[in-house]
């Protein structure tokens, strides 16, 4: 599971972190960086949420950073709590958020991500997939909605989720005669799309897909580090 899809998890459900919690604004901007989700707790004290699964000292330092922002902004230092939402952190980590006060909370995602060589992204099947028995139009689907953030040629998504040539070619044209997909560039031969997140049939896809999400995520319980 992406940061970015637990992020979108969090915003809709910010009780998975914390009894009470609710989300003021996802990916607020402030005078020294993006702060992932923030929030207001069930006292009433702002919250900053930011997830890292593998937070190094660096990630410490800019959370840093956010407390000073929003405490210049008028936010009372009593006031703010911040909260690191992590699937793994070292001992030093540990003593470091212990020192500033900052809350550790381990998340457990059920999807790992495996890396591939050619380029930075990579495809296990997710809750899509799975649901509807690997039917293949499903399957790139799945693969589209879990990075709809970029961009891909159709041969790309066809080796992502090991389907033919053929296959992928009645697919794609389908998916552009329906506008879920919309074309973005062109590198020499190499056409890109992107997911066409205002399409309705993809929003709804996307709901569905959050659903599912949401089913095996409660699964998986997030918990204090010892």
């Known amino acids: 599971m992406r940061e970015k899809q637990i992020e979108e998890i969090i915003e809709n459900f910010p009780e998975s972190v914390e009894?009470?919690?609710?989300?003021?604004k996802r990916q607020k901007r402030t005078s020294l960086g993006i702060i992932d989700l923030f929030c207001k707790d069930k006292k009433d004290n702002y919250v900053i949420v930011e997830i890292k699964k593998n937070p190094t000292t660096k990630?410490?330092?800019?959370?840093?950073?956010?407390?000073?922002?929003?405490?210049?902004?008028?936010?009372?230092?009593d006031k703010l709590r911040t909260i690191l939402v992590v699937q793994e952190a070292t001992d030093t980590i540990k003593e470091i958020c212990n020192f500033f006060k900052f809350e550790l909370k381990n998340l457990n995602p059920n999807k790992k991500i495996k890396k591939t060589k050619n380029r930075k992204f990579s495809y296990k099947e997710g809750?899509?997939?799975?649901?509807?028995?690997?039917?293949k139009f499903i399957k790139v689907m799945d693969f589209l909605i879990e990075n709809y953030l970029f961009d891909y040629t159709k041969t790309e998504v066809a080796r992502e989720v090991g389907i033919s040539r053929m296959t992928i070619?009645?697919?794609?044209?389908?998916?552009?005669k329906k506008r879920m997909i919309i074309r973005r560039k062109k590198i020499g031969n190499a056409i890109l799309y992107r997911l066409n997140t205002e399409n309705i049939i993809v929003k709804k896809l996307r709901e569905l897909d959050l659903l599912?999400?949401?089913v095996n995520y409660e699964k998986s319980k997030i918990v204090i580090p010892a």
Do not use: C, D, P
């Open 19 to 24: 009894n009470g919690l609710r989300v003021i």
């Open 59 to 77: 990630v410490i330092a800019q959370l840093a950073k956010y407390n000073m922002a929003l405490i210049k902004e008028g936010i009372s230092k």
């Open 127 to 135: 809750n899509l997939a799975i649901f509807f028995m690997k039917n």
């Open 169 to 176: 070619e009645h697919i794609w044209n389908y998916l552009i």
């Open 212 to 214: 599912l999400t949401k």
